[in-house]
């Protein structure tokens, strides 16, 4: 998370709204009937779009889909870039409670998407939804919530430099997890485009050993790297997780249960290992501000997440969050004094290269389109990022004359 989780993300399967006093048979055949015709749009749309296949390699490069998730991507990367920065101010500052530092992030993401599950679906399917699907929801924040506590404890004891190694060791894990857990066959120029980012990645870590700006000295550097591994373990199969959880629920309903259960055994690790150091912290006004920011930037990374997950996956997910080191120098720039060495760039375009060739030669659905969820996609989520909710507007739009730029935005986020 997912690292180093907005309104855009919390579309639902489209329903027809049913009244209370409707007699049980009643309700049943009108979701009945509403399933049965959500899945002939979805085949004939699927039949559609497949029927556009691109003619040359690269047509999907050109597509909007592809732009967009690339550009969602270096979004998300952004937002890491300044956690991690917040993070390293609080380190320097002796401010060290792991813990507490990510609990406004899952108590400012569980009430914004709690409050938009009761608004839009109201309390029988927020109590329903927590009886039935409860625990994967559990398992989900108690992955995501260990994979953020051991990050940020990493950058107590090891260095920067040691600390990005997460990245590679998250990438091995979400290819492994999603081959061997989801039935993801990876193509050849996939793992290539991995590769030539982790190529990016480890120029840029070379180059900050060449600089001697990898962050300062080491208090305890052993410490600190095996928690930065277990963190990066931890990171990439929540990440997978997730991917599987918002292809088949309501993103908002995710979100929102991820921020409760996430704020639960936060707070409970707060108060069990952070007191100690909650009562030796000198409070300031910087401090404050720093975790203002963290708190922001890390909900913003929530928010925006299962999007990139629908539309591509969490590997892609992980290599786009590869330029984060990237974005880092040139806050380190500003903020820290680094001098910038003549190879970041080159780094920088290997990464972007790598990103590029990983989606070469791709379908017009691209990873969207999700193996688990069979052919059809019938098992999974018509929600914003789908291949479903793609499948269903492109049938849709089949039958119906031509709309406006109005009508269009309004049915799209609207989960039609």
Known sequence: MTTPKTATTTSTTPTTPIQDDDPPSQVQQQQQQQQQGQ????EAGLALLESRRPKKWYAYL?????????????????????????????????FNA????????YALVGSIFTTILLVRDGPRVWY??????????????????????????????TTILSAQLINFWSIVCVVVASALFLRVRYRPQQLL?????????????????????????????????????????????SNVFEEWLVSKDPAHHVLAFLGLFGLIINGVQAAIFDRSA????QWSPSIAAWLVGYTLCLSLFYSLAPLVLRMASAAFF??????????????????????????YPLAFLCIVAGLVLYFVAGSLLGDARKPWLARDQHDGVAGLGTAKLRAINA????????EGLRDRLRRIFDGA
């Not at 592809?66 to 550009?71: D, E, I, K, N, S």
């Not at 909650?278 to 912290?281: E, M, P, T, V, Y």
């Not at 049938?395 to 031509?402: D, K």
Request: glycine letters at 8%; one cysteine or more; aromatic letters at 10%.
């Open 39 to 42: 899945e002939s749009q979805t």
């Open 62 to 94: 050109s597509t909007t889909d592809f732009w967009l998730v690339v550009a969602l991507g270096q979004v998300l990367s952004l937002c890491i870039t300044a956690t991690n920065t917040f993070t390293t101010l609080l380190a320097k500052a002796n």
């Open 98 to 105: 792991p813990a507490l530092q990510t609990c406004f992030n």
């Open 128 to 157: 329903r939804v927590l009886t039935s699907r409860g625990p994967r929801y559990l398992a989900l924040a108690l992955l995501d919530v260990e994979a953020n506590y051991f990050t940020v404890l990493a950058y107590q004891y």
């Open 193 to 237: 485009g991995i590769v030539v980012c982790c190529a990016g990645m480890g120029l840029l870590i070379a180059t900050d050993h060449l600089g001697q700006r990898n962050g300062g000295p080491a208090s305890d550097p052993l410490r600190g790297d095996l928690f930065a591994l277990l963190g990066a373990t931890l990171y990439g199969l």
């Open 278 to 281: 909650l009562a030796a912290a």
């Open 318 to 343: 992980d290599v786009s969050l590869l330029t984060a080191n990237f974005w880092g120098v040139i806050i380190g720039v500003r903020l820290f004094g680094y001098a910038v060495h003549f190879l």
């Open 395 to 402: 049938a849709r739009a089949q039958e119906r004359p031509p």
